[in-house]
């Protein structure tokens, strides 16, 4: 029962009948529906034939009526545009990049800059000393997946990182030994080419197969030798700092060889050709 605003008790209003609404629409029929792959625009529409005529439908065309909403909106191709992307250029502090346009030389010169080298058992090493210990080291490992290399001479050991020739570690040989991982890759020959690949490399690089043919060559890239008794002097004016040892008389029949992996290895300048 419903109550009016006075409060007087009104009947309900009757129930329809299935026989009333057996007639009448589902409303739910009435509700469009959505095509959500619609773009807003109209679509296209054939145009009117003309009076009296019948459109024909192509046999390969479905009927309009059977077609999804979307498949009667306009199609349009989709155009690509390429964005230019020009090659960045390396960075300044790269050691090397891979364009062949890349001035810069594979090799690199043995860097010694004290703020950045660990010291442990030992101090006040003369720079010369370091340098003779990675020209020619009685051993040599590596122990940090390759990223640095320990050259041993006598009572000093030289940690040099690879990917710049730069020194970043002295230690007194005890030191070094007893923190040695026990496996570790033996790698006297990582000596020979700790300064970097070959700049000229391929076939037909050589080494000098002679003391005047290493000299010639010295003397040509600007090196300087200073004489001595026993042992000369090897110095670069590019490299300033940087001094080599040179065997007067050697005895080595390798000595050529060893002479260009040594000057190699401190001054970054390959002899090879």
Avoid: C
């Avoid at 940090?144 to 050259?151: E, I, P, Q, V």
């Avoid at 007893?178 to 990582?190: D, F, K, M, Q």
């Amino acid at each position: 029962m419903a109550h009016d605003s006075g409060g007087v008790r009104r009947p309900d209003p009757p129930r329809p009948t299935p026989k009333a609404l057996g007639g009448s629409t589902d409303p739910a029929r009435r509700v469009r529906p959505v095509d959500w792959s619609a773009s807003g625009r109209r679509p296209v529409t054939d145009p009117p034939s003309p009076a009296g005529t019948v459109p024909v439908q192509s046999s390969d065309e479905p009927a309009r009526s059977s077609r999804s909403p979307s498949a009667r909106l306009p199609r349009q191709r989709a155009r690509t545009v390429e964005l230019p992307r020009p090659l960045p250029a390396p960075p300044g502090d790269a050691v090397h990049s891979l364009s062949a346009e890349d001035p810069r030389p594979l090799p690199r010169p043995l860097r010694i800059a004290d703020e950045g080298i660990r010291s442990v058992g030992v101090r006040g090493l003369p720079t010369e000393r370091i340098v003779q210990t990675v020209a020619d080291p009685a051993d040599a490992w590596t122990a940090d997946a390759g990223n640095s290399d320990h050259f041993l001479r006598a009572e000093l050991v030289v940690q040099v990182r690879r990917a710049d020739n730069t020194v970043i570690g002295l230690f007194s040989t005890r030191y070094a030994l007893s923190v040695r991982p026990a496996e570790y890759e033996p790698a006297l020959g990582i000596a020979e080419d700790a300064a970097g690949p070959s700049a000229r490399g391929g076939q037909g690089t050589r080494h000098p197969t002679s003391r005047r043919e290493l000299l010639r060559r010295m003397e040509t890239v600007g090196f300087v030798i200073t004489p001595g008794a026993t042992h000369g002097r090897v110095t670069h004016p590019d490299h300033p700092g940087l001094v080599l040892p040179f065997a007067s008389t050697p005895s080595d029949r390798r000595f050529t060889r060893h002479a260009v992996a040594q000057i190699r290895r401190v001054f970054g300048i390959d002899l090879r050709r």
